[in-house]
């Protein structure tokens, strides 16, 4: 996977970051978590790419691959993912409940930072889009706060690789540690704002 990769940008520099991040999104076994420390730090010793444009290259990819999963979201309609998660969502612990609060979540305007937030975090990033969809989030906003999240993700990661040099394949290591603190914060961010919500409804 790696020769691949390296193959890829090295013979097709931006265009080659550009389609490996819209990939990303469609095959998970390709990450981003490779393919920008990698950019990165062939950015490092070319002539050829300037970290500035590796960053740009790897943020529009990674916009327009998000954008499969939106359009997927706003062409299910309701009741299918509610049939879908009756059938299938106990293997991934999801409850037809689950959506509903994550629906309701995204339509009363606390979604909006949960996809810009959510585009650093691992597993996270890229299927945060479906919510995004089913609830109908206006593309406008969709694209502005995925572009935030995805601009801080990608640059940190072609930044890290390009000073870390031929150790890119460290970034991995530091990672996890990062994004389980992001989902922590994610959460309880989610309760609070939950709870808020319903004491504001249940005061006359």
Excluded: C
């Excluded at 390296?6 to 970051?17: A, I, Q």
């Amino acid at each position: 996977m790696l020769d691949w990769i390296t193959t890829w940008l090295e013979s097709l520099g931006y265009f080659g970051v550009f389609a490996l991040m819209i990939l990303e999104h469609l095959f998970p076994p390709i990450p981003s978590e490779v393919i920008m420390p990698l950019s990165g730090f062939i950015s490092s010793r070319s002539n050829d790419m300037t970290l500035e444009w590796v960053i740009v290259a790897g943020s529009l990819g990674s916009l327009v691959g998000t954008l499969f999963w939106y359009i997927l979201g706003r062409l299910i309609s309701h009741q299918q993912i509610m049939v879908w998660v009756e059938k299938h969502g106990r293997w991934l612990a999801l409850k037809p409940k689950d959506i509903e609060k994550a629906m309701d979540f995204f339509q009363e305007g606390g979604g909006h930072w949960i996809v810009g937030i959510g585009r650093v975090v691992p597993g996270v990033r890229t299927y945060v889009s479906v919510p995004a969809g089913l609830s109908h989030m206006p593309l406008v906003p969709y694209l502005f706060y995925s572009a935030i999240g995805t601009v801080i993700w990608t640059a940190a990661l072609a930044i890290a690789g390009y000073f870390l040099g031929a150790q890119f394949e460290r970034v991995s290591q530091f990672i996890a540690p990062i994004s389980t603190i992001v989902l922590i914060g994610l959460g309880v961010f989610a309760i609070i704002w939950v709870w808020n919500r319903r004491f504001h409804r249940r005061r006359p």
